[in-house]
T-cell receptor
Framework: DAKTTQPNSMESNEEEPVHLPCNHSTISGTDYIHWYRQLPSQGPEYVIHGLTSNVNNRMASLAIAEDRKSSTLILHRATLRDAAVYYC?????????FGKGTKLSVKP | DAMVIQNPRYQVTQFGKPVTLSCSQTLNHNVMYWYQQKSSQAPKLLFHYYDKDFNNEADTPDNFQSRRPNTSFCFLDIRSPGLGDAAMYLCATSGWRGSPLHFGNGTRLTVT
């Protein structure tokens, strides 16, 4: 399984954009980059995933480096409800293996 | 809404007393997973079913067993819970390996 490196924690102000980085330098060519988040007292929640091209959905955007060794999850306007632990996970046919993730705090 | 449902939300059991946690899904997904999450840690995969095929993670203790009687239901059996088994247990499903997972909200197990 590819190793990932994420900051332990990040802070953001409400209604400002947030860029959550992830390094995955050992990613294989077939691994998609998945992002999940876990709000307090809830199960993890799928956010977005991509292979090479940047991806957008209603929750977030995913920017993937050209060499695929890193990616950035972008929350365009953080809300208090976005405070959670965010996990970046390379995944192809294997199983979802969680790293430590980034704990995002959002200040009003 | 299609979803993954875990019951109960909270479970208390005594040291050494067998306990079963349940998970049901209305998504008709092929794959079902069980994760253990201890306080302030990331979820840790215990095992998964791909249809009826059971796949155990190498470091999952023998104390943990699972059953999947049909597509919709999956059970986690802890034969002799120890204090170290107190954790949140998360069930998840996916349509196929590599597709996004849908998680339930977990069962928090307390061992007294």
């Amino acid at each position: 399984d590819a190793k990932t490196t994420q900051p332990n924690s990040m802070e953001s102000n409400e209604e400002e954009p947030v860029h959550l980085p992830c390094n995955h330098s050992t990613i294989s060519g077939t691994d998609y980059i998945h992002w999940y988040r876990q709000l307090p007292s809830q199960g993890p929640e799928y956010v977005i995933h991509g292979l090479t091209s940047n991806v957008n959905n209603r929750m977030a955007s995913l920017a993937i480096a050209e060499d695929r060794k890193s990616s950035t999850l972008i929350l365009h306007r953080a809300t208090l409800r976005d405070a959670a632990v965010y996990y970046c996970i390379p995944l192809s046919q294997g199983n979802l293996i969680f790293g430590k993730g980034t704990k995002l705090s959002v200040k009003p | 809404d299609a979803m993954v449902i875990q019951n109960p939300r909270y479970q208390v059991t005594q040291f050494g007393k067998p306990v079963t946690l349940s998970c049901s899904q209305t998504l008709n997904h092929n794959v079902m997973y069980w994760y253990q999450q201890k306080s302030s840690q990331a979820p840790k995969l215990l095992f998964h079913y791909y249809d009826k095929d059971f796949n155990n993670e190498a470091d999952t203790p023998d104390n943990f067993q699972s059953r999947r009687p049909n597509t919709s239901f999956c059970f986690l059996d802890i034969r002799s819970p120890g204090l170290g088994d107190a954790a949140m247990y998360l069930c998840a499903t996916s349509g196929w390996r590599g597709s996004p997972l849908h998680f339930g909200n977990g069962t928090r197990l307390t061992v007294t």
